[in-house]
């Protein structure tokens, strides 16, 4: 069984420019969340789609950031425009389910490394 | 927002040696889970602890969950050169009888095990 993947693993761009990052999670999970990691920070939470709704996108650091989840397969991340503190690794990860203690584990894809110059 | 404090940061160690690493903090956990990451990967799960108190063991693995369920950590025995990572702690935000899906990770610990 495929695991969570993300394209690409790496993305340099310049400030001011657009980038789009997909998630595919594992085939048959509602639950897609995305996360972030910037340099010498802890990993952050971004924002959480159940099949093609936004569940909780509380961690969503401002409007140049958009997701998407059309059809509630995969999932799209775009930055517009790009700052230099958007550069970082950028996680999905995909559960079944995200209530109680059961079908809850949530399963990571390798992240994208977005540098902003 | 709930803030996981891991300690320590940084650990660099010989095979064979034991070894602890802790997660604190000030608001009670509903549930506590250890991840594993390597480099270009994604973190992994190893395990999750619900009851205050619990341990389980995951091989040379001890997960401890502290009775005020404030509290946890991860020890190693006999640390190998293949259990180094990057080791860190997650929680999920519980309040009001709702459960939230988002994970919370504390700042990690870097282990490096030397042969």
């Known amino acids: 069984e495929a695991g969570v993947t993300q394209f690409p693993s790496h993305s340099v761009i310049e400030k001011g420019q657009t980038v789009t990052l997909r998630c595919d999670p594992i085939?048959?999970?509602?639950?897609l969340y995305w996360y972030r990691r910037v340099m010498g920070k802890e990993i952050k939470f971004l924002l959480h789609?159940?099949?093609?709704?936004?569940?909780?996108e509380s961690g969503m650091p401002n409007n140049r950031f958009l997701a998407e989840r059309t059809g509630g397969t995969y999932s799209t991340l775009k930055v517009q425009p790009a700052e230099l503190e958007d550069s970082g690794v950028y996680f999905c990860?995909?559960?079944?389910?995200?209530?109680?203690?059961?079908?809850?584990?949530?399963?990571f894809g390798p992240g994208t490394r977005l540098t902003v110059t | 927002t709930q803030l996981l404090e891991q300690s320590p940061q940084f650990l660099s160690i010989q095979e064979g040696e034991n070894l602890t690493v802790y997660c604190n903090s000030s608001?009670?956990?509903?549930?506590l889970q250890w991840y594993r990451q390597e480099p270009g990967e994604g973190p992994v799960l190893l395990v999750t602890?619900?009851?205050?108190?619990e341990v389980k063991k995951l091989k040379r693995l001890t997960f401890q969950f502290g009775d005020a369920r404030k509290d946890s950590s991860l020890h190693i025995t006999a640390a190998q050169p293949g259990d180094t990572g990057l080791y860190l702690c997650?929680?999920?935000?519980?309040?009001?009888?709702?459960?939230?899906?988002?994970?919370?990770f504390g700042q990690g610990t870097i282990l490096t095990v030397h042969p």
């Open positions: 602890v619900v009851t205050g108190g």
């Open positions: 789609f159940v099949k093609e709704s936004k569940q909780d």
């Open positions: 085939s048959g999970h509602d639950n």
């Open positions: 997650a929680s999920r935000p519980y309040a009001g009888g709702t459960s939230y899906g988002k994970l919370t």
């Open positions: 990860a995909s559960s079944l389910a995200y209530k109680g203690t059961a079908r809850n584990e949530q399963y």
């Open positions: 608001s009670v956990f509903s549930s």
